[in-house]
């Protein structure tokens, strides 16, 4: 069992039966592999860390531009650049194994076959999970993205499941319709936990050379600005789902991070903020103690959904228990 801190006892969470010290995890891509945020983070005390996107062959990533800052956020095209899973395997996670954290491997692949042949290989122990990225081309199918198709989704789920015994967590992406339809369908094909938001869909034109201004001509978008997106979404997978959600997207302090846990996740990754601040992770475990301090709450999970209207003393006005009576 995972060592926890006496000083975080309110925080302490158990989800899909790894020991958390906190429900505060960091979100893939923008937190490396953990080891290179250790001067400024207690790892251990991470409720986990979903390292960088893993593939089974080594990416070179994209060409050209690929970051640039917006209003309140950013936008990316990296292109999954990675040493491939067997370099993981072989020198990255017996490095990072020294930092007594949960480490969640993040995958991708171009069809269903390559994730559960990547959730094969990385059942082992170091692993205490594994996070599929959906939000890749299925060049099987013909260049449908798994993450807009409920359908190739669960397949990839199904795949995965049929390769380890480790936990997987679906990775939702908000550029769909439907997003409730995404997760019962990946819940349904045996995921265990569902973590959302991915990245939304951007670009961005250089006004004076005409032209788009990533290599890739569109990104991701990620940052403060689509927090009102990922709030919203958890807040209808929450009603729909019975598995535990981990909400993403645009957390900077702790105020955000509770908004989540209202909206009914069980635990919460932080992305772009740890590039404006790397110590942000601490101080929003600091920040959850002390709200729970303040309202009178004994544990995180006393707040996990209750801003939902299953919720008991949920009302339609959004006013919750001690509402004054109309």
Sequence with gaps: MRQLYQEDEMLHTNLLGLEMNTPVLTASGTFGFGEEFADFVDLARLGGVMVKGTTLKPRRGNDGVRITETPKGMLNCIGLE????????????????????NVIVNISGSTAEEYGELAGLLDVDGVAAIE?????????????????????????????????????????????????????????????????????????????????????????????????????MVWQVAQAVHIPIIGMGGIASAEDAVEFFLAGASAVAVGTANFTDPEITMKICDGLTEYLKKQGFTSIEEIVGKANPGFLGFNKTGSGEGAKAE
């Design 82 to 101: 990675n040493p491939g899973v067997e370099v993981f395997l072989k020198e990255t996670l017996p490095r990072i194994q020294q930092y007594g954290m």
């Design 132 to 232: 599929l990225n959906v939000s890749c081309p299925n060049v099987k199918e013909g260049g449908i993205v798994f993450g807009t198709d409920p359908q190739a989704a669960a397949a990839v789920v199904r795949e995965a499941k049929a390769h380890t015994k480790k936990p997987v967590i679906l990775k939702l992406s908000p550029n769909v319709t439907d997003i409730v339809a995404m997760a019962k369908a990946v819940e349904e094909a045996g995921a265990d936990a569902i973590s959302l938001i991915n990245t939304l869909l951007g670009m961005e034109i250089d006004i004076h050379h005409y032209r788009p201004v990533l290599g890739n001509i569109t990104g991701g978008l990620s940052g403060p600005c689509v927090k009102p997106v990922a709030v919203r």
